[in-house]
Nanobody
């Protein structure tokens, strides 16, 4: 059974840094595209960063987080991270990790979400 679990959310001051981690199990991790999304109250989920499956694939970022956030994956550990720096108040939302694969059909899994609060 596929399972994704985020950790690392919390309270940080504006301009600070935080790292979110996603631990996966029950999937062939290296064959999945992995992503971080975020969702503000009353709004849809926004794609923040992603890395497709395969070696040496360049990550992709939303314009709002470019040069501030870094996504990385460790295929052997079946985990992926989102390193966030220079956090802004508008980054204060719930973050979700996602793993997706299309093989005949869509396999799409989500973590439970972790809250990031940016406040002084």
């Amino acid at each position: 059974q596929a399972r994704l679990a985020e950790s690392g959310g919390g309270l940080v001051q504006p301009g600070g840094s935080l790292t979110l981690a996603c631990v996966t199990s029950g999937i062939t991790f290296n064959m999945y595209d992995i992503s971080w999304y975020r969702q503000a109250p009353g709004k849809g989920r926004e794609l923040v960063a992603s890395i497709a499956e395969g070696e040496g694939v360049a990550p992709r970022y939303a314009e709002s987080v470019k040069c501030r956030f870094t996504i990385s994956r460790e295929n052997e550990k079946k985990t992926f991270d989102l390193k966030m720096k220079r956090l802004k108040r508008e980054d204060r939302v719930v973050y979700y990790c996602n793993a997706k694969q299309v093989v005949g059909r869509l396999y799409n899994y989500w973590g439970q979400g972790t809250q990031v609060t940016v406040s002084s």
